[in-house]
């Protein structure tokens, strides 16, 4: 069972080192429905889920108590199943996801609990080109967002990436400042189509890093959890 009194000890530490304009995400990937309850109470207001089938399960028991994204890895034919259901999603990174996303939209509006999901998403960015991670390369988001553009429902808020695993946390900063860098480019070069303001960057291992580097959502597990 977890410990609120202990997650919200930690919680404060979170937020003590990345200020108070940054998001701390709850990732809950790991986390039983039982034990949500206690994260409400050690303070957690923003969770995130890997997976559509226990977002569906958490939800129908605690649904009332945060405010919930999806931060797992988005396959097309679960779009439908999310979309509805979440604040934001994290990592879109492929055309079939973004025109089922428009589908969603256009044919599906009452089933939507928390809103439409217009603008409810980000793009996921693979920053460092590894064969290993989802997330469109660095050097195809232009072309992948020129695909996307004939999509008038799909407007995508921000970007995320997950950089390559380091010994030093500071040894990923390249990559997030790299992130933070393409979002601003992009915001000038498509204001008006797509807002990209929020930045997804850096976990447990990482988050003073990226929060240094300018992430406005830092998702978070074990650095809440554990001692």
């Known amino acids: 069972m977890l410990d609120a009194a202990l997650i919200a000890e930690n919680l404060a530490l979170v937020r003590e080192r990345v200020g108070p304009e940054v998001q701390i995400l709850a990732a809950t990937k790991y986390v039983e429905a039982d034990d949500l309850p206690a994260l409400h109470e050690g303070g957690v207001r923003l969770v995130g889920e890997n997976r559509s089938d226990a977002l569906i399960a958490k939800q129908e028991a605690h649904r009332d108590l945060f405010t919930w994204d999806f931060i797992g890895h988005v396959q097309s034919r679960k779009v439908r199943d999310i979309a509805g259901r979440v604040r934001l999603i994290h990592a879109i990174d492929s055309l079939s996801a973004c025109r089922r996303l428009q589908d969603v939209e256009k044919d599906a509006f009452p089933i939507f609990m928390y809103g439409p999901a217009r603008g409810n998403c980000l793009l996921q960015v693979n920053v460092a080109g590894e064969e290993s991670k ?23 808020r921000g970007l995320m990436t997950m950089p390559p ?63």
Do not use: C, K
């Open 134 to 156: 989802s997330g469109v390369p660095l050097g195809e988001v232009n072309r992948f967002l020129e695909e996307v553009s004939p999509l008038d429902a799909v407007r995508f």
């Open 165 to 227: 695993l380091v010994d030093d946390p500071n040894d990923a900063r390249p990559w997030f400042a790299a992130l933070r860098e393409l979002r601003d480019r992009l915001a000038t070069a498509w204001q008006g189509r797509h807002e990209f303001r929020e930045l997804s960057m850096g976990t447990s291992q990482d988050y003073e890093a990226a929060a240094g580097e300018g992430a406005t959502i830092v998702r978070v597990g074990s650095v809440l959890y554990g001692r």
